[in-house]
């Protein structure tokens, strides 16, 4: 095995699998995809880690499983981040342009960058990224780059998302473990939206929802630059829940049903219907009500999206979502979810597929895949960027006290 410097490696430490996902920069520049290895997840919840001994294991074997199909030696990884704790909003710098000529240098970004990210965050949180949106200068909007241009006073948006330095520290620690180095941490929906969205989405307006087993993130685009993130604490586990719940079955079996009887859609057609299912011990076969089972998937699925619409609904920026919504995760394979999320939003939905990267067919048509395949792309754009002598343009402070702390 070898590990050669072009080779990018993304971790998502997910509620129901571990996935790594590895990378490769060719001679041209373009990214692609060369290697994937999972395990089942035993030690997560709701996306964080509540068992070190049992989710260091299942890193491990899917750490192992990509070095073999892509044939290198896997020494660090951009590792995914997620959980309820994860917070994200709008912010404003402004700096005054003090060169006698007033020409905008690069010194000048970094500084009002400096002051858009000076921050009063409780004092157990950190930030995570600071994503350069737009600026401003003497009143001109809408620029992008502002380096070379004239002006006294340089204005910027940035969208800041932070989290709790424990509770981050928690995922790290376990690669740590491994003797693995963290390249950077990454908030997992930011990760997906790379992996699923094209330029020309982003700049339309754009909402990707990633729906796993323990969370749901999702984040929005709008005239190419993020506008906004959240994190629900609510995934495909608590369909399953519902329906143990609701139709008095083991977990367990509630999960086999929901993958091969579930719908996020009540059609008429399931009025009456009944489904018949062996009992383990011998004991008599138990009969579903197939009508009931569809509802209370229906009824939690819809509540998921209810909550992000009526969020983005208040934040007033459904409008401008024009290139629709895209959905990845486990969730997103459940049938007919993106007929129930074209009623909630009324736009249209797309499962989304990484089709902009190259590389293993099977792995870029997964939805399941799309957060792992996104911290590549991440971390090919931060290996450019340090190729060109110069932080990137996309981010902001995405290198954060984390590695640091954990490299010493």
Sequence with gaps: MFEPSNV????????????????????????????????????VRKGEICDPVKAEEDIRNAIVEAEQMANVEIRSVFLGVTGNHIRGFNNHGVHPVVSADREITEEDVQDVMKNAKAINLPADHSVIHAVRQLFQIDGQTGITNPVGMFGARVEVDVHVVHGHVNRMQNPIRAVKSLQLDVDEIVFTGLASSLALLTNEQKELGALVIDIGAGTTEYVVYCDGVIKHTGVLAVGGDHVSNDLAYGLKLPLGRAEQLKIEHGSAVLGDADRGQKISISNELGLPAITINREHLRRIMSLRLEEIFELIEQELAELGLLNFIRAGVFLSGGGARIPHIQTLAEAVFDLPVYRGSSNSISGLKS????????????????GSFQQKQKRKGKSSGFLDGAKNVFTGFFNK
């Design 8 to 43: 990018i490696v993304g971790l998502e430490i997910g509620t129901s699998k571990i996935c790594a996902v590895v990378g490769e920069i060719n001679s041209a520049g373009a990214l692609n995809i060369i290697g994937i290895g999972q395990a089942r997840s035993n030690g």
């Design 363 to 378: 792995a870029l048509d997964q939805p399941e895949f799309a957060t792992a395949i996104g911290l590549v792309r991440f």
